[in-house]
């Protein structure tokens, strides 16, 4: 098995120079490193681009004092508010749209059934679950551990047609999910209907010497188990151990093990077609700890800190990831997460293309000031990225850099989503 091998150079990113782009500035170098800032946001100013793609929707109110489930719906023309047919007894819960921009689900929990309106015709259709369905998916936990993405992650459109509701262990450091069971949405007149509920089954991995507890991630089609297992690390705190496995062989096909000063800290990021793997990472120099990304090659079993290194070189040796979750594009070929460098009091908005290894590091003047951010999101044709933040949603263009502010009165972000 090949040991960590920590790359300055290697796989795609060979820095060669760095562009810097202010709007309507010429660049002043060359190099796989662009840093774009849009120099005429506006943050107090709400703004849609010239050309916007499909349709966004978050939710703005809840019913409350005569106050009914309102909606705001953005897209090319503009944002307008619209109002849901739906009685504010019993409450529900995470909306979210369906990707033919027809459909808007609430998540069953806590007893209160699964409920979809249908936006063209107005129709409104509830499927009642049984106490084991309900148990499956149970949200309760996630108050206490205020688990946003882990929250949206219980409910997702698989189709136009067809919703899956996922289930997770009590303990959600345990396994990915467990559970799914799969509902199919009919039009012309509403009708839902219940599949059969689906167990995950995880494979029983061997545990690494004097493993304390385990993590255990399938990667989406199953082909491969990452295994972040809690280990003793000399000289410091327990840490991950990262490896993963082949699920046919249950075979090692790439590790990580802990140490002083480098180890993972999970939890993984895999592209659809399993290719590309990302883990979040930490380095320790002069007792100084920095949060990073590195790619786990399945080829040669190691780990490539290449990205982080040109990130360095570009924007300072202080840096670090922030909390937002790390995303890939629709199409797979770009992979998104948000830095802070410290040298330079700036957070970034980091787009890494895949095909190529360029980097784009877009200017975000938002998170410089502000916290809260909870959701990152991409626009339906790949060419936004953006996040939730305490009623705000920003969004960048990986092209441009251009930066807008969608919202500033969103309670939840409900779906970006094509044109009809």
Request: glycine share 6%.
């Amino acid at each position: 098995m090949t040991q960590f091998v920590k790359f300055t150079h290697g796989l795609v990113l060979v820095l060669i120079g760095i562009i810097i782009i202010l709007q309507g500035q010429p660049s002043l170098t060359q190099g796989n490193v662009t840093i774009l800032c849009d120099a005429n946001f506006d943050l107090s100013q709400i703004s849609v681009p010239a050309t916007f793609p499909g349709v966004f929707y978050s939710d703005i109110s809840r019913p409350s004092d005569n106050i009914p489930y309102r909606f705001e719906r953005i897209d090319q023309t503009g944002g307008t508010t619209f109002d849901a047919p739906l009685s504010p007894n019993p409450l529900l819960s995470s909306p979210l749209v369906s990707p033919s921009n027809r459909f808007m689900a609430f998540r069953p929990y806590d007893g209160i059934n699964l409920t979809v309106w249908d936006m063209i015709t107005g129709e409104v259709a509830t499927l009642p679950l049984a106490p084991e369905e309900f148990a499956m998916i149970d949200e309760r936990y996630l108050y206490e551990d205020f688990n946003y993405e882990r929250h949206l992650s219980r409910m997702i459109w698989r189709d136009n047609n067809h919703l899956l509701l996922r289930g997770f262990p009590e303990n959600q450091h345990d396994k990915e999910f467990t559970t799914t069971l799969e509902i199919t949405v009919n039009a012309s007149p509403l009708s839902l209907s219940k599949g059969t509920l689906t167990n995950v089954n995880y494979p029983a991995l061997p545990p690494p010497p004097n493993m304390i507890s385990e993590q255990v991630f399938l990667s989406p089609q199953g082909t491969y188990a990452v295994q972040l297992a809690t280990v003793p690390v000399q000289g410091i705190q327990p840490q991950q151990y990262l490896r993963v496995f082949d699920v046919n062989t249950l075979q090692v096909v790439a590790e990580l093990v802990p140490s002083r000063t480098f180890h993972a800290v999970g939890p993984p990021t895999w592209s659809q077609d399993e290719n590309r793997l990302f883990i979040g990472t930490r380095s320790e120099e002069n007792d100084n700890f920095q949060s990073e990304f590195g790619e786990v090659n399945l080829s040669t079993g190691q780990v490539n800190t290449g990205l982080w290194t040109a990130l360095e070189n570009a924007v300072g040796a202080n840096i670090e990831t922030s909390s937002l979750r790390a995303v890939f594009s629709p199409d797979g070929n770009n992979f998104a997460f948000e830095i802070f460098g410290a040298d330079q009091n700036q957070s970034y908005m980091v787009i890494y293309h895949l095909p190529t290894g360029g980097i784009t590091a877009i200017c975000d003047q938002y998170r410089i000031s502000n916290s809260g951010a909870l959701h990152t999101f991409w626009s339906p044709d790949g060419q936004y990225v953006g996040y939730w933040a305490s009623g705000n949603v920003l969004i960048f263009n990986i092209q441009t850099g251009d930066t807008h502010l969608l919202s500033n009165n969103s309670q939840n972000f409900v779906g970006w989503v094509s044109s009809p």
